[in-house]
């Protein structure tokens, strides 16, 4: 694939071939010898050739490989082409920027400082193409796991952070959310930046009907994680959504308890992070809760702030729409 992908003709199916022949890839052969550097030099030549559209729109596929040849000896030509990749990336898609926070989160902590500084400055490259009220999330995901790693050096990470801060304030198109703002104002808060953020301004075309997060008046909301900060800086997060919401309950434990199955039973809302979860844990709120009362983010990564108030706010609205019915009375 990688041949191909760096060769002379333009090859259009190059992207889709990846995603569907990737979890097949028997990566052995690229952590041999010289291969490292051979797959490294393909993967910097293609995105210089014709097919660079092509390789640029296989990201997703390609973090999938960093992840699974990170923890070998030979693989480090391999992790800095797909980390300069997607730097090199025109319009950072979704996909691509929720594959980088897989990247990060599984492999920021305990980066050495050359690999830290790699990572936070890929992010910036990124957000400087991305940046958008879409793409704020994704930005404080990323900030959101650099406070939850040592850093090597600190004065890299107050600098992400800030480059996020001087949008908000400078972006005259920037409405983010009052969920948003206080995620931001916490965040700056724990790097000690010192900054009154400005007022939330509601988004174009944003509906002032009834709110789907309105369904959390007087419920209670369960969340199994073994990330413990994101899940401590959700439940903070969620009466900016909805003031009422009766009480959020966590548990991170690694077995099952008496403590979790009683969240189980009691929560009207029961988030389980299958990601970054203790098989024995999970058992026990299987038993007292069928899979269909619970509530599972996407993605392969332990889900941070935005994954958990995404998977939240889906179940929300799909209840809301369908008491509304087809015609939305």
């Known amino acids: 694939w990688m041949e191909r992908i760096a060769g002379d003709e333009p090859w259009a199916m190059g992207a889709t071939v990846a995603r569907d022949e990737a979890v097949t890839w028997v990566v052995d052969e690229l952590l041999v010898g010289s291969m490292p550097g051979r797959a490294s030099e393909l993967l910097l030549d293609g995105v210089s050739g014709v097919n660079r559209k092509h390789l640029l729109n296989a990201l997703d596929a390609l973090c999938n490989l960093y992840t699974n040849v990170v923890h070998h000896g030979a693989s480090g030509p391999i992790q800095t082409a797909i980390i300069m990749l997607l730097s090199e990336a025109d319009h950072p898609s979704s996909e691509v920027r929720d594959a980088f926070l897989t990247l990060s989160r599984t492999n920021l902590d305990g980066a050495d400082a050359t690999s830290y500084k790699s990572f936070v400055e890929t992010a910036r490259a990124i957000w400087q193409k991305a940046k958008s009220d879409t793409a704020l999330g994704w930005a404080l995901n990323f900030a959101e796991q650099l406070l939850t790693v ?22 005259d198109e920037c409405h983010y959310t009052e969920f948003e703002r206080e995620w931001l104002s916490l965040i700056c808060q724990d790097t000690d930046i010192a900054v009154e953020l400005p007022a939330v301004k509601p988004r174009r075309g944003e509906s002032i009907s009834v709110s789907c997060w309105d369904r959390l008046a007087g419920k209670v909301v369960g969340l199994y994680t073994l990330a413990e900060r994101e899940a401590n800086r959700f439940k903070g997060l969620l009466p900016t959504l909805c003031p009422d919401v009766r009480k959020v309950e966590i548990d991170s434990s690694h077995a099952d308890n008496e403590t979790l199955t009683g969240i189980a039973l009691r929560s009207d809302y029961m988030i389980v992070t299958w990601q970054c979860a203790a098989h024995a844990a999970t058992r026990c709120i299987d038993a007292v809760r069928d899979r269909e009362r619970q509530i599972f983010p996407d993605g392969r990564a332990c889900p941070g702030v935005t994954g958990l108030k995404r998977c939240l706010e889906n179940v929300l609205q799909a209840e809301l729409d369908a008491e509304s019915g087809p015609d939305g009375s």
């Not at 600098?159 to 001087?166: A, C, E, P, S």
């Open 150 to 171: 040592a850093s090597p050096d600190p004065q890299i990470r107050v600098d992400f952070i800030n480059q996020i801060v001087v949008w908000v304030w400078e972006e």
